[in-house]
């Protein structure tokens, strides 16, 4: 297998001690926290991390596979790789490995294989490639990748530097029990496995040190963290973190709507630190498509755990996801569903056309529809959340807003500083100060306000 790609195959050392490497990631923020961990140890065990579009000794794409469009985008960046040196190692890590491993063992371009719950391995995985020169598959034997679906065990990971000026996200569980009859990712992560609460804890205060202000909790399904070591305690972990010293906001992954109910929604309000923004999953809003779709709550429970949320917190911003086109989905069925998400008023939606994922309940349901049917549904709720967004964002007109300040970017061929208040509204500042981590205050104007709704982004 190592010797078709050329010299640096051939010329194999036994340590990945000073070479050049280049990673991609697709997907998820779980995906992106591991990435940044990967990261972590390969600079620790000696290698220089390089932009993608460099010429590297390895190329680690850390793959998706939610969608078909995942899928090919893993694919292309795998190729691309392939593509920029034909004399590198190319590895596929992560969930399209786990959901397609014999293509991956098939596709040429690929030279390494590594699965989840393998990715803190990365450096001793490498070592053992290179030291193998070539005697071996792409996935050592089989010792980079595990059967994800038949492990109790959570990869233990510990984020060290912070990836962003302000704000982390912290890995908290992994794997889903649900089995929605669209979703491949059960099988890509395998069931619930829950972090130790002591070592989210201790990862958060050594972040802390390093100037975290923010922490974001995520995860496959964090609505359950907890349940398989016996008990619900997501609301026990935010309340832990919001007596943090040095933590000024907890934010919340995407919630299982069930998880409001009237004692979690009191106490997630009790939490000062905690963000007035939530993301709860909705898919759609008609009660038959849901039922299709084996989700398991209905539209009435999800309209509960809304009132219950505007009525414990101010304004909350919340927003959700909605898959259009699922199969069988009627024309009324889709209005249905349009009238629900536009009563219920969302800050954001993220809308998505159904894609059949091969192995899953849904993918082999009649009535599939065509994509022409699927872009017009989802055109016309990708109207509505953009006109609701910008109702929303201007309830803050004239108001006195938080900011942490994240980054720097040029906007219309000006500097600006970009930072999010608590309900994850984008807020750009014109500034030639570097006050990334201070917390500061400014009142939105409605000049302003129309010189950036373009932009999703307000001006103070």
């Known amino acids: 297998m190592l010797e078709r790609t050329g010299n640096m195959h051939n010329s194999m050392e036994k340590s990945i001690n000073g070479m050049k490497v280049a990673m991609h990631n697709l997907g998820c923020k779980v995906n992106s926290y591991e990435m940044d961990i990967m990261g972590q140890k390969l600079k620790a065990a000696g290698c220089e991390i390089v932009p ?77 490639f290179f030291e193998a020169k070539g005697d071996t598959d792409k996935t050592l034997g089989g010792s980079s990748i595990i059967d994800i679906n038949h492990t109790d065990v959570f990869e233990e990971m510990l984020l060290s530097d912070m990836p962003e000026h302000t704000r982390a996200y912290i890995k908290i569980q992994d794997g889903c029990n649900q089995f929605c ?43 359950s963290y907890g349940v398989d070591k016996g008990k619900a305690a ?65 539209t009435s429970e999800f309209r509960e755990g809304v009132r219950l949320l505007r009525e414990c917190f101010d304004r909350p911003a919340i927003t959700t996801d909605v898959i259009v086109g699922f199969p069988g989905e009627t024309e009324e069925e889709f209005e249905e569903s349009r009238r629900f998400v536009e009563d219920i008023n969302f800050y954001e939606m993220h809308v998505f056309k159904y894609s059949p994922r091969k192995g899953t309940v849904a993918a082999g349901m009649k009535e599939q529809l065509t994509d022409r049917e699927k872009t017009l549904r989802s055109d016309v709720l990708i109207h509505m959340t953009r006109t609701q967004s910008e109702v929303y964002r201007n309830n803050f007109v004239g108001q006195k807003v938080r900011i942490l300040w994240e980054d720097m970017e040029e906007i219309k061929g000006k500097e600006y500083m970009i930072g999010h208040t608590e309900r994850y509204v984008r807020i750009a500042m014109s500034s030639d100060d570097d006050r990334f981590s201070e917390k500061l205050s400014g009142t939105i104007t409605e000049e302003n306000v129309k010189g950036f709704l373009n932009l999703d982004t307000l001006l103070i």
């Open 52 to 128: 993608f579009t460099d010429k590297a000794d390895i190329y680690i794409i850390n793959t998706c596979t939610v969608t078909n469009i995942a899928d090919r985008k893993s694919r292309q960046m795998l190729h691309r790789a392939k593509k920029e040196n034909p004399e590198a190692v190319v590895v596929a890590v992560g969930c399209y490995v786990e959901t397609g491993i014999e293509g991956v063992k098939k596709d040429e371009c690929i030279d390494l294989a590594v699965g989840n719950n393998k990715k803190s391995e990365i450096v001793e995985i490498l070592n053992t």
């Open 181 to 223: 009859s669209y979703c491949v990712i059960p099988y890509a992560r395998g069931r619930i496995r829950s972090r130790d609460e002591n070592d989210i804890l201790g990862e958060i205060r050594g972040l802390i040190q390093k100037g975290c202000k923010e922490v974001v909790l995520t995860g496959i399904h964090i609505s």
């Open 234 to 298: 997501l609301i026990d972990l935010v309340e832990k973190i919001g007596e943090l010293s040095g933590i000024e906001r907890i934010r919340l992954g995407s919630l299982e709507p069930r998880i409001i109910t009237p004692e979690n929604a009191k106490r997630l309000a009790a939490v000062s630190k905690l963000c007035p923004h939530f993301h709860l999953s909705l898919q759609s809003g008609c009660d038959s498509v849901l039922k299709r779709m084996n989700r398991h709550y209905t």
